[in-house]
């Protein structure tokens, strides 16, 4: 069965970057492209970016600098670095897994809670 | 960005009662629209994709309408385990926006 497995929770300090990951499993990554969503208090969800297999992205304009999508396909895995963390970006992160072009999120990671506390 | 309009942001019903939901873009969205339910602590699950189409396993009391700019949720005949949050999502074009949510309880 399809699976996106995302890494465990996060506690930084402000300032640093943390990398998410997201492995997928069950399907054929490279027939599919991956989404990246925030889900927080303040802004409820939003949507962060999208990375193909072959490492091509579309970024959130919002989320420009601030995330980084990657992805290394030999091991059906997608990341994500969020860079020089505030209080503003604890949230809980989703991968969800959508094909490249007009597709919708057909499953979802189960969530990565990022703290970002001094 | 296209914005997406949802309401209302909760509500109460009963057990066996009919219900809708509704988003309106800001713009025609050509029924590029799906909707999702969250439970409390669990990842989004994916109801209706392409504003009618019902994912494999969800079941039939729930349903999706609407073109253009003007899209529903519906729920036939509410049952328990239907309480959560619901949002629609456009992915017509980049960057793809949710509504608010709707919070569903149960009388």
């Known amino acids: 069965q399809v699976q996106l497995q995302q890494s465990g929770p996060e506690v930084v300090r402000p300032g640093v970057s943390v990398k998410i990951s997201c492995k997928g499993s069950?399907?054929?990554?490279?027939?599919?492209?991956m989404h990246w969503v925030k889900q927080s208090h303040a802004k409820s969800l939003e949507w962060i970016g999208i990375?193909?297999?072959?490492?091509?992205?579309n970024y959130n304009q919002k989320f420009k600098g601030k995330a980084t999508m990657t992805v290394d396909k030999s091991s059906s895995t997608a990341y994500m670095e969020l860079a020089r963390l505030t209080s503003e970006d604890s949230a809980i992160y989703y991968c969800?897994?959508?094909?490249?072009?007009?597709?919708?999120?057909?499953?979802w990671g189960q969530g990565t809670t990022l703290t970002v506390s001094s | 960005d296209i914005k997406m309009t949802q309401s209302p942001s909760s509500m109460y019903a009963s057990l066996g009662e009919r219900i809708t939901i509704t988003c309106k873009a800001s713009?025609?969205?050509?029924?590029?629209l799906s909707w999702f339910q969250q439970k409390p602590g669990k990842s989004p699950k994916t109801l209706i994709y392409?504003?009618?189409r019902l994912v494999d396993g969800v079941p039939s009391r729930f349903s999706g309408s609407g073109s253009g700019q003007d899209y529903s949720l519906t729920i036939s005949s509410l049952d328990y385990e239907d309480m959560g949050i619901y949002y629609c999502?456009?992915?017509?074009?980049?960057?793809?926006?949710f509504g608010g949510g709707t919070k569903l309880e149960i009388k």
């Open positions: 392409r504003a009618n």
């Open positions: 990375i193909s297999y072959n490492g091509n992205t």
């Open positions: 713009q025609d969205i050509y029924s590029y």
């Open positions: 999502l456009h992915y017509d074009e980049f960057p793809y926006t």
């Open positions: 069950g399907y054929t990554f490279t027939d599919y492209a």
């Open positions: 969800a897994r959508g094909r490249a072009g007009k597709d919708y999120f057909g499953y």
